[in-house]
């Protein structure tokens, strides 16, 4: 497995949008688990959200509500809505559970009050 590579972070402010994207090299099959995770300064990195064969979903609690995890052909997206200063973080796609040599840089995403 090579890298993924996420894209489409930056800085926003509170209650803005953004939409990140997650490609690879390699295809994944749609039966796949794929998941978003995220770490800030300090902690330890967290799943956001996963979708189990193209369809179906499930999101942290502290996401719920504000974040969609969808395929887009080859690419994974996060639609990120309503936008918190508490998600301020680098974020990473990867399938779930995680397979270590594809975590790739990830893309910082900030949240200003």
């Known amino acids: 497995q090579v890298p993924l590579v996420e894209s489409g972070g930056g800085l926003v402010q509170a209650g803005g949008s953004l939409r990140l994207s997650c490609s690879a090299s390699?295809?994944?099959?749609?039966?796949?688990?794929m998941g978003w995770y995220r770490q800030a300064p300090g902690h330890e990195r967290e799943l956001v959200a996963r979708?189990?064969?193209?369809?179906t979903s499930s999101y942290a609690d502290f996401v719920k509500g504000r974040f969609t995890i969808a395929r887009n052909g080859a690419n994974t997206i996060l639609q990120m809505n309503n936008l918190k200063p508490e998600d301020t973080a680098v974020y990473y796609c990867?399938?779930?559970?995680?397979?270590?040599?594809?975590w790739g840089q990830g893309t910082q995403v900030t949240v200003s009050s």
């Open positions: 990867n399938t779930w559970p995680p397979i270590q040599t594809q």
């Open positions: 979708l189990v064969g193209g369809s």
């Open positions: 390699r295809r994944i099959p749609i039966a796949s688990t």
